[in-house]
């Protein structure tokens, strides 16, 4: 009789896929597979056709960028190609929300690098200005996560970043090429996307995490001033490896070393 009333009520069994602020296509083409919707190659397959999202940004060299970050609810048979049409409807909807700006491309693609550095919420505004004044004097984003990213779409990634990826000649790699990166490296949520087209205005050219464990960062004009700070949460960093029993990591400059 429950399973006659479910039928008469018309309920149907939903799969939840939670994609959080900042994850990227491979993070959610692994979530999926783990939920057994289909595979992680299917949906990469499908997230490389940008057909969708031509009007939006005819640049974008996949949709990475315009899976906005939710909760969706999925039936069994849901292909790869649904899942990319029901997240970039999201993102639509929310970019009108915001007006529908013209230039989603770079709005976008900043705005993954600021979801990808950003650990706690006040940090994104400054974040915002820190990219905005280097890439108003040309100066190198030196961006880890582009560096990661790099390394994910070379099939490298081990992990932590190696002086490998450092110098891998992709222009994803912000160490490498100036300016902003072919297009987003991570899926921003809407806070993100806000910093990145309301920057805060400052003069910073430089940030680095604090050393108290907060996940908020320490903001600097000069290189000198950042070369202070970044030594200071080197040090912090090391010395909980080391209480920990962890070895080093392959890059203890980690979030410390923009514009080094």
């Given amino acids: 009789m429950e399973v006659y009333d479910r039928i008469a009520r018309g309920d149907v069994f939903y799969y939840v896929l939670t994609v959080p602020e900042g994850q990227n296509m491979f993070d959610i083409a692994a979530a999926a597979e783990k939920l057994k919707l289909f595979s992680a190659q299917d949906f990469l397959r499908a997230a490389r056709d940008v057909s969708s999202i031509r009007d939006l940004d005819p640049a974008a060299p996949t949709l990475e ?4 970050p939710s909760s969706y609810r999925l039936l069994r048979h849901t292909s790869p190609e649904r ?6 409807a999201r993102f639509r909807d929310v970019w009108k929300e915001f007006g529908a ?3 989603a491309h770079q709005a976008v693609t900043l705005a993954s690098l600021i979801e990808r550095e950003a650990r706690v919420p006040m940090d994104r505004p400054v974040i915002s200005s820190v990219l905005h004044n280097r890439l108003k004097i040309g100066m190198k984003l030196d961006c880890d996560p582009t560096t990661i990213y790099a390394a ?5 990634y081990r992990g932590a970043i190696y002086q ?3 110098a891998r000649d992709s222009l994803y790699n912000t160490y490498r090429h100036p300016g902003l990166p072919p297009g987003p490296i991570a899926n921003p ?3 993100s996307l806000l910093a990145a087209m309301h920057p805060t205005s400052t003069e910073y050219l430089y940030f680095v995490l604090r050393p108290d464990g907060s996940g908020a960062h320490n903001f600097s004009k000069s290189i000198s001033e950042h070369l202070i700070a970044a030594a200071r949460y ?3 960093s090391q010395q909980e490896q080391i209480e920990e029993g962890a070895p080093l990591s392959a890059h203890p400059g980690k979030k410390t070393h923009h514009g080094n």
């Fill in 164 to 166: 490998s990826d450092l």
């Fill in 65 to 68: 960028g315009y899976l906005f």
């Fill in 189 to 191: 949520g809407r806070d």
């Fill in 152 to 156: 994910l779409l070379a099939g490298r």
């Fill in 83 to 88: 899942l990319c049409q029901l997240m970039t």
């Fill in 101 to 103: 700006p013209t230039d």
């Fill in 234 to 236: 080197r040090r912090a």
